[in-house]
Nanobody, 130 residues
């Protein structure tokens, strides 16, 4: 079974950077899609960025130009490089995967829709102070 473990969260000041990592195990399908999501207190979970097994990436409008999703297949790791962080980026960040297919739905913000992903990590907290 697929297991995901996030790391790399922390506290930074506005304008700073962080790189999140998601260690992936058990993803043996040739087709898959993976994404980063976030959820702030009192708000619904929203898609931030996604990548499929062909390397095609998508980003929510709010993070385009600031965040970069990437994967290192040799290390079985998914990354999210976050630059120019803003206080509104503060949230719990989750890694998610969908095995056996490379398609997924997009939400109204342009990011991946959480309903398309069935396997989730435990999350890592990102806090950005002004």
């Amino acid at each position: 079974q697929v297991q995901l473990v996030e790391s790399g969260g922390g506290s930074v000041q506005s304008g700073g950077s962080l790189r999140l990592s998601c260690a992936v195990s058990g993803l043996t399908y040739s087709r898959y899609c993976m994404g980063w999501f976030r959820q702030a207190p009192g708000k619904e979970r929203e898609g931030v960025a996604s990548i499929d097994s062909e390397g095609v990436t998508r980003y929510a409008d709010s993070v385009k130009g600031r965040f970069t999703i990437s994967q290192d297949n040799a290390k079985n790791t998914l990354y999210l490089q976050m630059n120019s962080l803003k206080p509104e980026d503060t949230a719990m960040y989750y890694c998610a995967a969908a095995a056996g297919r490379s398609w997924y739905a997009l939400d109204s913000r342009g990011g991946p829709h959480p309903a398309s992903f069935g396997v989730w990590g435990q999350g890592t907290q990102v806090t950005v102070s002004s």
